[in-house]
């Protein structure tokens, strides 16, 4: 699922998954900076 997203905006993940009713997170680095990223689930 992260995949994608990772290799796009060359981010390199750094901890466990965080899934919510709406979201999964992901702790990042982006250019050596702490990140989160987002991605919003399909929510029927």
Known sequence: MFAP??????LISD???II?????LLPVL???KP???KV???VD
């Open 5 to 10: 997203h990772l290799d796009r905006w060359s």
């Open 15 to 17: 901890g466990e998954p």
């Open 20 to 24: 919510t009713h709406s979201s999964r």
């Open 30 to 32: 982006w250019q050596e």
């Open 35 to 37: 990140a989160m990223l």
């Open 40 to 42: 919003a689930a399909d």
